[in-house]
């Protein structure tokens, strides 16, 4: 019993002279050095504090400011006007200090305040430099003279080592668009969807509603512009997520899987070691704002807020609406394994644990053969389904004694991890494997995820791994920004022994994870089961298929002098076009990071130049030279369209917002209503690649990530979620029902992969680059 022994702090005897205390040395030391470790990750929280604090200026400026002040007031010069006299009589102790220590206070405390305006005009003036974008609509390559002036300005002001949250307080706010160009946008995307009666409906409509009562809605949203740091982000994550009533397993959870050819290490537990361990570097960087920031363009700052709470974080069910907790620097997480929940401490005198200590402690769990208590098994399919049924659960069995203590250990955790007892990946014999692996990671067995914590970490019993992500505290460049760092820290930096262990000593003398204890009456297990049923019923029903499209890549898209993502998104148009025989409403998520609190905004991405362009393909009467000319229009448009989202003009965020002010109002809007209930049968999104830029991909071709995907939006429709991986490989993850006859994810990736080669046949460019 040595592990329990060390586990005591100390012990106690009663004698006839009192109490004899007895501490244990050991345990005082380990509990000294967390407190070392605890004040030393404060004193760097607070200097990088102060760095963020005061950018884009520095402490040392204010130091040059008051010398400076202090050199002009003894050589006789008032720099202040006479504010440092009124200053001086103004002071409170005056009377109890000498006129030369007045004096000098005085002229600090103005070098101060001169030095905190200039610290804001400053922030200002890089503002309103980051609130230009003509960048952003200039051909690539081709810069104005005025784009170059701005870019030294800015470099200039930005200075030489801004911290993760150093641009936040300089980020321009996203700006409201006027209500004549949403409307004339909106129109203007769906034209190819309606016929000419459709839409000359849709026209009139429009026009009544942009003369009454849309102008009262735009000043409502105007106002909270000017107060709120977003006029949009609140509004999203409260409407579109947490209020939805829905399971969020597989309609808004997400998935992000592992390297696609490469698995460091066939152990599970020395897997879970390195990654939870990197995963542990990268919130002490987090903790310190040390992680760079994001910057377009090498200069152009992106949005840091998303990351506040990627840890220790867990969207709590409600009656009505969820909503998010966040806490501070959690010590431990928990872990799931056949049925089991184990509590495991990640910190042992005051530091992390290393890698070898993680994997002992896994492998504790993996070893452990105790069968789950009744009810435990399935408890996490409570998070999978509809979500008021998993709150009136959570008040009436989770709030008192063991089952609350148990409750809060998961909700509280760091993050949750499974060990799964399955095996999963990429396997070039097996077409399916990565289909498998998807579904595994979107929904896995409906119970075996913890849903609502921020992400669920999944190890495999072969040493893959995957993540599982709820929606409504980020999006997928965030995590996929974590993702990045850690398969990186644990191949080329962490490693593995020859026989796949985690390097570095084992000290068996940490106690063992605790096991989570639980009482669920049988009315709670009712409850649990119904909620898996529900959840099965949704997971059964899902159809993906991973496509590897490996004909060619980034690099002769390149060639095509064609935006990547444009040639892809006509390639999803005319494919979708095959497959269906009809046009349909599409969505492809744009970021809205270069202002503050910015998270996404909607690219119509079937327009008239796309259809055109699609049914000229279709038309065997049309040359090449036709096609060609067609479809470079329609990506033009398609990279414009992009554009005008990523700086704050697109459409829909506007019109939701103008949604939300009706209902507030409480003024009917059926222009609004229709537009709000369109569905949106083919929902696109590219995963970000290579963010930290810190697996060099031309070195080790094997390592790269393969992305990651989501749930069908529509019961009729598809969901694509594609990832440009180096310059010759591109992975879709397709998603759709099995029970609407529209849809087959096989047959749309096999649509997908004819559509690409036969744009690429236009341009004559055969060989791989």
Request: charged fraction near 20%; aromatic fraction near 12%; glycine fraction near 6%.
């Amino acid at each position: 019993m040595a592990e329990a022994h060390q586990a005591v702090a100390f012990q106690f005897t009663v004698t006839p002279d009192g109490i004899d205390l007895q501490l244990s040395r050991e345990v005082l030391k380990h509990i000294y050095l967390s407190g070392v470790t605890s004040w030393k990750k404060r004193a760097i929280r607070f200097k990088n504090g102060v760095l963020t604090g005061v950018y884009p200026a520095s402490p040392s400026s204010w130091l040059i400011v008051v010398i400076a002040i202090m050199s002009t007031m003894y050589a006789r010069i008032d720099p202040s006007r006479g504010m440092i006299d009124r200053i001086k009589t103004s002071l409170p102790v005056s009377e109890f200090m000498t006129v030369q220590t007045q004096m000098v206070l005085s002229a600090i405390l103005f070098a101060t305040g001169l030095w905190l305006s200039f610290i804001f005009l400053l922030r200002y003036i890089l503002k309103a430099l980051l609130s230009y974008h003509s960048w952003i609509f200039e051909s690539h390559g081709k810069m104005s003279f005025s784009t170059k002036i701005w870019l030294v300005l800015v470099k200039l002001l930005s200075g030489r080592r801004p911290l993760l949250y150093s641009f936040q307080a300089s980020l321009p706010r996203l700006p409201v668009p006027s209500i004549d160009d949403t409307i004339r946008r909106y129109l203007e995307s769906v034209r190819p969807l309606l016929d000419d009666e459709q839409y000359k409906q849709m026209e009139t409509v429009a026009n009544d509603f942009k003369k009454d009562p849309a102008p009262k809605f735009q000043k409502h949203l105007k106002l909270k512009s000017w107060w709120a740091t977003n006029y949009v982000s609140d509004w999203w994550e409260e409407y579109i997520y947490l209020r939805g009533r829905d399971p969020i397993m597989v309609n808004s959870n997400f998935y992000t899987m592992d390297l696609l050819y490469v698995i460091p290490t066939h152990r599970q537990a020395a897997r879970a070691g390195n990654v939870v361990h990197a995963m542990l570097q990268y919130r002490r960087k987090l903790d310190v704002f040390i992680h760079n920031n994001e910057l377009a363009l090498g200069i152009v700052p992106m949005c840091s807020f998303q990351y506040e709470r990627m840890f220790n974080t867990t969207r709590i069910p409600g009656i009505e609406t969820d909503f998010v907790q966040h806490l501070k620097d959690r010590k431990h997480l928990v872990v799931y394994h056949r049925g089991r929940f184990f509590k495991v401490w990640l910190y042992y005198g005051g530091r992390h644990l290393w890698p070898s200590e993680l994997e002992l402690q896994f492998q504790r769990i993996l070893d452990d053969k105790s069968e789950p208590q009744p009810g435990e098994l399935k408890l996490p399919s409570l998070t999978a389904g509809n979500r008021v049924p998993w709150a009136r659960a959570r008040l009436k069995y989770f709030t008192e004694g063991i089952n609350q203590a148990s409750l809060e250990a998961i909700e509280t955790a760091a993050f949750f991890l499974t060990l799964d007892d399955e095996a999963h990946g990429y396997d070039p014999e097996n077409i399916r494997s990565l289909d498998l692996y998807a579904k595994s990671l979107l929904h896995g067995k409906c119970y075996d995820r913890w849903f609502d914590k921020s992400f669920t970490l999944i190890v495999y019993k072969n040493g893959k791994i995957g993540v599982n992500t709820e929606h409504s505290w980020a999006d997928s460049p965030i995590i996929g920004h974590m993702w990045e760092y850690v398969l990186a820290t644990d191949c080329f930096q962490l490693g593995y022994t020859a026989e796949g262990h985690c390097k570095g000593d084992i000290n068996k003398s940490l106690a063992s994870p605790t096991k989570l204890q639980w009482d669920i009456p049988k009315a709670c297990q009712e409850i649990i089961e119904s909620s898996y049923m529900i959840a099965k019923g949704i997971a059964n029903d899902v159809d993906f298929h991973g496509c590897l499209f490996n004909e060619f890549g980034k690099g002769l898209i390149k060639k095509c002098r064609t935006s990547p993502d444009a040639f892809i998104q006509l390639g999803l148009q005319l494919a979708h076009y095959r497959d269906k025989g009809e046009f349909c409403l599409t969505y492809e998520s744009s970021m809205t990071r270069m202002f503050r609190e910015g998270r996404t905004e909607t690219v119509r991405s079937c327009t008239c130049e796309s259809t055109a362009f699609v049914r000229a393909m279709e038309d065997e009467s049309t040359t090449n030279e036709q096609r060609l000319a067609l479809f470079k229009k329609a990506a033009d448009k398609h990279q414009n369209m992009y554009r005008l989202a990523m700086t704050g003009a697109g459409i829909d965020r506007h019109l939701f917002c103008l949604y939300i002010v009706s209902k507030v109002m409480g003024i009917d809007s059926p222009f609004l209503k229709q537009v709000l209930s369109e569905p949106w049968r083919l929902s696109t999104s590219q995963t970000p690649q290579q963010q930290l830029n810190l697996i060099d991909i031309q070195k080790f071709p094997k390592y790269v990530g393969a992305g990651g995907g989501f749930g069908p939006v529509a019961d009729d429709g598809y969901g694509v979620s594609y990832i440009i991986v180096g310059e010759n490989l591109i992975t879709f993850h397709i998603s759709s029902k099995f029970s609407s006859p529209e849809t087959d994810s096989f047959r749309f990736g096999q649509n997908i992969r004819q559509a690409m080669l036969d744009i690429r046949a236009l341009f004559n460019l055969k060989e791989k680059m």
